[in-house]
């Protein structure tokens, strides 16, 4: 399998209607996504449809005026739909359209246009509508496509959060899509950017799924993820329960088929991620403000504290990691440190850290022009 590159898109490509509405009123109409798309083996396909009614718009047969699928060969509306709840699942072949549609299990483009009466949010109605739900590319031209191949007994499925779509060895039609055959492990070590290899920490590699990274004994990480070659540019580190933010690693293609282990090293980029470091509660540091970033002669570097840390530094250093300061800082709450340009050398990307011994109470980076 190898990969898909696929995109929902909530745009409005053609309105119908000639009345105009003025921004910023939100416009809210009946969606048809694809859901899951799923080929026998003589080729011959089986879509599956998700359509959805926001709380604004009528249940109703009569709003969706017209469904258009499209594939590389041509396109065909849908004949005939009805909708019972505001959230429906639909399957179609080809012959639930207007004309057959060939849809090429190795290689292909699909979107689907929906018109669609729509409203705003007191329920005024605003007119037809057109919309592009779906478009997904599938095939091995494209290697930014997160879906290369379908093999036979698999079908492709959307996730809950419709953000992107894995290979499912065990096809769900007709109901709403589970994760528990699309799944495969990487595996590998996981470096921060000076080369020190992480043993623990609270990850995720998908953080729209609920599998965080578990950590081995031989200092390897294992993860369960999609079943895709989506590419990933980052990952969701937790620096509590609740709290995460995102952190940037050298872009990886996982390359997964349902079931299988990809041996993948990550190489994460952020400077104030660091092994060995620990991270300071977010609720002791009240605010830090850097200030002017980006700088030419001097810029300041503003810490207020709810508690004073006692035997802190503020260290610096440039882009490869190289450090070029370290200054005491006062067991106070709020103080402020200069920096000037000149001793930072020439115009380029610093980073700063402020750590009591192996704490990080705070990093950012500066920008000196």
Known sequence: MKKIFFTILLLFLVSINTKAVPNPIMVYSAEVIMNELYFNDQGEWTMELLIWFPDFVPLSDTVIKQVTISSNLGQADLIHFSVTSPLTYLLITKDSLTSPLFINPEEDIISIVTTADSYEELGQYLGQWSFCNTFFQFGTSEPENSIQEIPTGNSVSLTDDHSY?????????????????????????????????????????????????????????????????????????????????????????????????????????????????????????????????????????????????????????????????????????????????????????????????????????????
Not at 259 to 283: F, P, Y
Not at 289 to 308: D, K, Y
Not at 319 to 334: A, R
């Open 165 to 369: 779509y894995y290979l499912d060895k065990s096809p769900t039609l007709g109901v709403p899509n589970d994760t528990v055959g699309g799944l495969g492990w990487i595996h590998g070590k996981m470096y921060d950017y000076l080369g020190n290899i992480f043993t623990s920490g609270h990850f995720k590699i998908r953080p729209n799924l609920p599998y965080y990274v578990q950590f081995n004994d031989d200092s390897t990480y294992s993860s369960l993820i999609p079943a895709n070659n989506l590419i990933c540019y980052c990952i969701n580190y937790f620096t509590d329960t609740v709290n995460s933010r995102y952190i940037e690693c050298d872009n990886f293609y996982p390359n997964l088929e349902p079931g299988m282990t990809s041996t993948i090293d990550i190489h994460l980029k952020d400077h104030s991620l660091v092994v060995g470091l620990k991270e300071l509660a977010s609720t002791e540091v009240k605010r830090i403000l850097v200030a002017p970033n980006p700088f030419s002669t001097e810029v300041q570097i503003f810490v207020e504290l709810n508690s004073p840390v006692r035997n802190s530094d503020l260290i610096i250093f440039d882009s490869f990691g190289k450090q070029l300061m370290q200054i005491k800082l006062p067991d106070e709450t709020t103080y402020k440190i200069s920096v000037p340009g000149e001793k930072l050398g020439k115009p380029g990307t610093y980073f700063y850290r402020i750590m009591q011994k192996k704490r990080l109470i705070a990093s950012g980076k500066l920008l000196h022009i």
